[in-house]
């Protein structure tokens, strides 16, 4: 995908909906979506201001989140966390819109 992402539509809140995964691509949701009932899922929220805040499944099975900040860096998405300059994470963009974020694997 490339320079043709938009970054407003990037900046939300994105819920993994593992359900619709492939064996080379992970898709996110808006947390608006009505997902099926699920144990627990990751998610990402991008602020337009470049502020992350990531959550995921902890140990204990109870939500835990991290702060950080993104960036889109030649369709490429970044997540940094801490001072460092190198990304603690970066998914390749298949394609991107409002409703549907695919990334990758």
């Known amino acids: 995908m490339g320079e043709s992402v938009d970054k407003e539509a990037l900046a939300q809140h994105w819920v993994h909906s593992h359900e619709e995964d492939s064996d080379t691509e992970m898709v996110f949701r808006p947390a608006s979506y009505d ?9 990402f929220d991008l602020s337009p201001d470049g502020k992350l805040i ?3 499944i902890g140990p204990t099975d109870r939500s835990e989140k991290s702060a950080g900040t993104w960036q889109l860096e030649a369709g490429k998405l ?13 998914m390749q963009i298949a394609s991107a819109s409002r409703n549907r974020l695919v990334v990758k694997k």
């Open 35 to 43: 997902f099926p009932r699920s144990r627990g899922r990751t998610s």
């Open 78 to 90: 970044a997540f940094y966390h801490g001072s460092g300059d190198k990304a603690a994470k970066v």
């Open 54 to 56: 990531e959550g995921g």
